[in-house]
């Protein structure tokens, strides 16, 4: 299966300012995923980013807020925008093995805290 | 998308089978059953994934019923590192997660 590599891995982030999470995966893929995870809660969709394509974004979710590149077939990367508090979260990146029948595999995430 | 439906949290003790179900009443006739484990601090990890009846693999067993409404994962003589959350998703190109079970193994 795929090998993903998320960075940064975690950062504290002033309100107001952006960061730009990049996700690096070791084989081409077709499908990218980027997920949300709040402290405490599961994981929620925010966008599919296909390459060559605007990204396809989940209800709650904005392209002005969380701007998505996909500029290749191995590499995506996720802005969160004009940061506030609330956006304090673990940001995941996964990727379709080997197809949608057999599982996704998911980066180590991105824990980002605005203060 | 399938919803799905599973115990907010399991307690067990090192060396015995835990079985998680869940329910998944409105699954499509596309969509397979994947569980997912969790560790604090990491991103999920697949752990089995399957389509009807049953599917065996190194870690786990994931059992499927005829009418496919509901999947019971079994995860054989659980040891102290198998405390984690494990999610059940149902679907074919995208996936939702629930709230997944809280599993915590004690010695």
């Known amino acids: 299966s795929a090998v993903i590599s998320q960075k940064p891995s975690r950062d504290i982030c002033q309100r107001g300012t952006s960061l730009t999470i990049q996700c690096q995966v070791d084989?081409?893929?077709?499908?990218m995923f980027w997920y949300r995870q709040q402290p405490g809660q599961s994981l929620t969709l925010i966008a599919t980013?296909?390459?060559?394509?605007?990204?396809?974004?989940e209800s709650g979710f904005v392209i002005d807020k969380f701007p998505i590149s996909r500029p290749n077939l191995t590499f995506s990367t996720l802005t969160v925008s004009n940061m506030s508090p609330e956006d304090s979260s673990i940001y995941l990146c996964s990727v379709d093995r080997e197809g949608a029948n057999y599982g996704y595999t998911f980066g180590s995430g991105t824990r980002l805290t605005v203060v | 998308l399938a919803k799905t439906t599973q115990p907010i949290s399991m307690d067990s003790y090192e060396g015995q089978e835990v079985n998680i179900t869940c329910s998944h009443n409105?699954?499509?006739?596309?969509?397979?059953i994947t569980w997912y484990q969790q560790f604090p601090s990491q991103g999920p990890r697949f752990i089995i994934q399957g389509y009807k009846t049953k599917v065996t693999n190194e870690v786990a067993s994931l059992f499927i019923p005829a009418d496919r409404k509901s999947s019971t994962l079994s995860l054989p003589r659980v040891s102290l590192s198998d405390t984690a959350v494990y999610y059940c998703l149902v679907g074919y190109s995208t996936l939702t997660f629930g709230k997944g079970t809280m599993l915590l193994v004690s010695p």
């Open positions: 084989s081409q893929v077709t499908m």
């Open positions: 409105n699954i499509a006739t596309n969509d397979y």
């Open positions: 980013a296909n390459q060559g394509s605007e990204a396809t974004y």
